[in-house]
């Protein structure tokens, strides 16, 4: 058998007691976990898991703010007519085709 050592660290209690429970209702100890975590690490030669940022999320207050920030930036530029806003797609429809 291969020598063993202690490995202490510090966690937040109210985590470390919902994560135990969760190994309980598995079938296994948080030791037991953490070695399973540890070998499976090995074997990847990396985290046993994806390791990226979760997606950023929204609320109704961020969406309705940037509206009123692009509304007010809006004001300060003059309106344009129908035949301008024609105008303008048609020249960048015509820049893209010479691209």
Known sequence: MAEQVLIQ??????LKQEVAEIYEQLGMDLPTAFRMFMKKSKQMRGLPFAATLPEPKYCREDFRDAFYSLREEAADHPEMSLDEINAEISAARAEKKRK
């Open 9 to 14: 660290f510090r966690a937040d209690k109210g």
